[in-house]
């Protein structure tokens, strides 16, 4: 027996911490402190947050229970995709159908993705670390790990930590951005909702159809439209009410918490402590000023195009985010006249902008094989 | 290529996909909502049907029943008048369909409140 | 930079894209269908038509997350014995004690099964495909995809898609058979249920014992037996309710999504288009009127040998099918006569042709393999 | 061997066989049900009394409730006439069985009942 | 074809069976019957015996399903952190937060581990095992087999029954223990609730704490600790109830129908009948009673430092056993004294009994391997 | 060393430590218990107020209402007597999270009660 090995046996907890480690605690303690007090997305960022304390004690995404798990949902890309197949089971896209020209919003909403991107590169970024910085401006937490997690895992914690963080506070970044934006008189233009019916035989057949289009326009982005898709399928099809669910609860929770750690431990200080975190989290949050302002100059433009018959506010929901942005549209909008209610408008621009987050994503993972960046 | 020009080729291309795989999708729901105007109306008189039916059975108990009922019948009937008439195949639920949910519903209720006989143990 | 790997990267999904595959998508489009407006087993059929599609699309079980879900499900057999624990957890038992000569009609509906393996052996399919057809009249979903999953995995989809159709179309199947098979006055025989009680112990007792015996007679379908007697013991014991319903909702509903996607997903057209699957779907059939024709022989033979006290509708539900066949025999019954009730015998003959279809099932891997088949 | 003979053999083993496994199943569950005859005339006697109790608890606020009961115990009676007289160590629970069953039914409740104090926040 | 082949095939469930496996189905059998007719700890006994019965019907954890399911759940330790994050969901620190000095109890009930592991070691056995038999003395179902499946894998089964079979019997094991070890007047002792109120602050606070301060002293419980934390962390919160409710039942009932089963499927004949598996039910058995006598004295000391204002009750209940042990000793102080009430303090002193436990397991882990007996 | 002595070492190491352990815990939440001790009290007024107004909106329909409400202040004002005067800041929710809490509520309402459109064909 030597007590050397027992005394270093009983202090490798102290041995192995470093200042960065401390660091990367307060970090956590950060994240899920905003969690708990100021409730920003509260389901994942305490998860990520916990992840992220854990990590810098030893438990980090690289062994034991961590590894297993990390192993099991991100380098499979399983967590994401299940996610979506929650998200989808929750989403009605029946605003966006009755009104599909909201479409044109909801791609003009992903701007912010590329010029993110282009700035990324000016600051010396390799192209598929641009790719993930600028896949930030898809502002949906899935779409942004499942293509960071392909073109630069080692960046997904900040990643992540900005999609989350920048969409909790949709209600403080957006509001400046749409009043300088827009005049009054623009923000109180009323929509009627036409109010098209949607059938039901039309609600069942677009998740499908919206698979076979994007899967074959956009084959990388197959997996997440094909489960965001399947999820509104066991949905709108009414006959599978225990699937249907299975996917808004068990699976979507599940896959939530451990999504949530799983990244959190990716934040180690080695991983995290480093310029390009300070400049993922900066351009992170230009990206969704980016996409903001090109959804609203297209809100602006329908305004012109249809003689001022579209309330432009409700570009700002083109930029995905759903549901918080197509609900902040219609609070801003009700605002300014108590009356005036375009939620189903504001609705339909957000699904489209689901729609066109999850085909750009899926397009820069091709573009940036294709340009061999990988 | 510089990684700025393959930056800004992404850009381009990225962009000018994405709205072109929206605006197809535009395309294609334009035309099947056309497609399907007709079954889409039935279905909503047939849901407005429903909801009266339930405001009906629900109002039962007190005058207001008859009352309520008419008025979502009126409610109906105005937006009935706007629509084609509906064809008769669409309306009628098959005894298949109505055999199966059955089923489904019967086996649904058999799952959760059966009451397990060895609980009580 | 080469614009040639761009166009090539952006493209590759209609490159990829075959006549074929355009077929199995239709393919899968009329499952889902049929699953939604005819509501055929939806619970199944849907994932499995979903599942279709997107393997057509670049998603089948070889590559990226329908790989994933196949390897952890499928090939490991977890899948179908998770069902199982969540089927044995919602059948009664009961039934089939109070009187256990219905196991008769349970051994006589698993003919059809060997019946078809011989017509398929004859049509030129080797052994273990032949074992594989065959196995459509065990009847039972769990059962045959545990089967075809080791005997013939190339197989899969269209045995799957023709258990799972017919299933949902005995309704239609088997009422013509019945009525040309017995005659009036044997439909209008009425059983009185005997209704001896059945202890709680005895009850706790029979999933375990049923394993034993199972386990040691058909060593190969002790998988299946054991999860579906697991499932029994943990509803019949009593004292697990948090357990039981665990297993009768999360577990068989995520089980049974992404069995159906998994089993969905080996339907490219490379497997599934070829005369082979035509023969399937034939086959199938006629191993579910072959098991009905056996079972209301068998329930001739008993109307026979007791004088006519037992009504030999109940025979049909000998062929497994769990729960339908057992419900429309009795129905059958009550078209005769409104207040002629056989339910409890139907559902005794039902859960013995749901012993029987396991058994039958294991019986043919081990006979299979001792054949040299494998 | 030929494959078809082969599958001849499988044939008739394996029916064979699955007649073996279900006939010998059928032998196991009448002796077992013979053999446990008593206790489960004693089970139905107990499912009858507490159904009785429940009646009685839920009809409580009305006259039925007197009569309600005693139809029950009417038919308990007369089903139980027709049984053999049941074992006392049978009927009643052990304290041990008590406790368990109070203590995992107060963890369910305090489970999914319990108010989260911080949740109020 | 060769018929010895296919008799070999058919009765190879008979041909491997052994007296050996027929003593080990009656084992589990007689577990079955505890865990339903006596009702000892059923969620986790019942599948425990249902898995071993399987085990010696051929389904043992190194072949098919169960191997699947073992190298998921215990190979990876999953399956006890999973319970533990429902445990944690569970508990409420707020009595011990009001009254820490109770730590004090909560660490005295882990002598019996120490005083097992000697006992053990006199008896022959090697270091790991011993301390794989004493942390049964942990008194905690996840803590024992966390550690027991990293040192002595091969006695899981033995010491994963004895854990959860002594635990339901506490109720039988402790109240001698308790009367001979304390006199009616100290039972007797009444204590005021002093009810210091626990801020929201601080209870969302604390499982962080705990995290950072274990995982730093005993880095080897560092996924016991966290894990637990973390499921008290989404409670406390009170922002993320999705997640909660899914800990306390999706996660907890899954992972613990198949930890039961795969530590079931660990006892073969090979594995379990031995004089070792004898010697750790004794031992358990001693590791309870030590427990117990360490924690009751304890309880005298503060009863005799305090000037009998502590009731030494509350020492049984620091052997964790979360939460029956804290239950029973307030049961046993009201059964004196009908308005006794002492639940919040034996509650109190049952958390802090957690907490020692995990501490202590990882500490065991930490100093076996330094001690160089891995 | 011989095992026993490695047993002994780590009995004596073992327990030591486990000691050390809680007793740091001990000293870090008697700490944190001072350190929030004023906001610990600040949560139990508001929480005693939020059981106020339960109790008095529950007994809205009685003339029991203002007297229970009147008890549970009493009973509040007791309690808070003996604490000291709490800061306005922590009583009062921000805007932000007032916000917060109503989209998630908002969210949870459409998750689980929303009627499926397509459910009713
Ligand atoms: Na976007
Ligand atoms: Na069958
Ligand atoms: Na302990």
Redesign the interface.
């Known amino acids: 027996m030597n007590f050397n090995d027992i005394l270093q046996q009983l202090t490798q907890g102290f041995q192995a911490f470093t200042w960065g480690n401390a660091v990367m605690i307060a970090v956590g303690v950060v994240l899920v402190t905003l969690a708990v007090v100021k409730e920003y997305e509260p389901v994942l960022l305490l998860p990520i947050g916990f992840g992220c304390i854990i990590a810098n004690l030893g438990m980090s995404y690289e062994t034991g229970m961590m590894k297993v798990i990390y192993d099991a949902g991100i380098t499979t890309e399983l967590f994401p995709l299940l996610i979506f197949i929650g998200v989808g089971a929750m989403i009605d896209f029946r605003p966006l159908l009755a009104m599909p020209q909201m479409v044109v919003l909801g791609a003009a909403g992903q701007f912010g993705i590329y010029g993110t991107l282009l700035l990324a590169v000016l600051l010396g970024f390799k192209l598929p670390q641009a790719a993930s910085i600028g896949v930030i401006g898809a502002i949906d937490g899935p779409t942004a790990i499942f293509v960071a997690s392909k073109l630069a895992p080692e960046m997904l914690g900040p990643i992540a930590v900005a999609a989350y963080s920048y969409m909790s506070l949709i209600p403080i970044i957006q509001p400046p951005i749409m009043k300088l934006m827009t005049t009054r008189k623009e923000r109180l233009v009323r929509m009627e909702y036409a109010g098209r019916p949607v059938s039901h035989r039309l609600a069942v057949a677009f998740p499908v159809i919206v698979t076979l289009v994007v899967s074959l326009v956009a084959p990388s982005a197959a997996p997440l439209i094909a489960t965001l898709m399947l999820g509104n399928l066991l949905r709108e099809s009414g006959v599978v009410d225990r699937l249907s669910k299975a996917a808004q609860n068990e699976i979507i929770n599940i896959a939530t918490l451990f999504l949530g750690l799983a990244i959190g431990s990716t934040m180690t200080a080695s991983n995290f402590l480093s310029w390009s975190t300070l400049a993922v989290l900066a351009l992170g949050l230009l990206a969704f000023v980016l996409d903001t302002v090109a959804g609203l100059l297209f809100g602006k433009l329908m305004y012109a195009l249809t003689g001022g018959k579209i309330n432009p506010l409700i570009g700002a929901c083109g930029i995905s985010a759903f549901p918080m942005a197509g609900r902040l549209s219609a609070k801003m909008a009700q605002e300014e006249d108590f009356n005036n209610f375009i939620l189903m408008h504001a609705m339909g621009a957000n699904t489209a902008g689901q729609l066109g987050s999850v085909v750009a994503g899926g397009l820069l993972l091709a573009l940036v094989a294709g340009f061999g960046g990988m | 290529?510089s990684?700025?020009?393959?930056?800004?080729?992404?850009?381009l291309?990225?962009?000018g996909?994405?709205?072109?795989?929206?605006?197809?999708?535009?395309g294609?729901?334009?035309l099947?909502?056309r497609l399907?105007?007709r079954?889409?109306?039935?279905?909503?008189a047939?849901?407005a049907e429903?909801a009266a039916e339930e405001v009906a059975s629900q109002a039962d108990s007190s005058r207001l029943a008859r009352a309520a009922a008419a008025a979502v019948a009126v409610a109906l009937a105005l937006r009935q008048a706007t629509l084609p008439p509906e064809g008769p195949a669409d309306a009628q639920v098959s005894n298949?369909?109505a055999?199966?949910?059955t089923?489904?519903l019967?086996?649904?209720a058999?799952?959760f409140t059966r009451k397990?006989?060895?609980?009580?143990?």
């Open positions: 290529m990684t700025l020009g393959s930056a800004l080729w992404i850009t291309i990225g962009m996909l994405v709205f072109l795989a929206l605006l197809l999708l535009w294609l729901m334009e099947m909502m399907t105007a079954s889409a109306a039935a279905d909503e047939e849901a429903t298949w369909q055999a199966m949910r089923a489904r019967n086996q649904r058999n799952m397990q006989r060895g609980a009580g143990r």
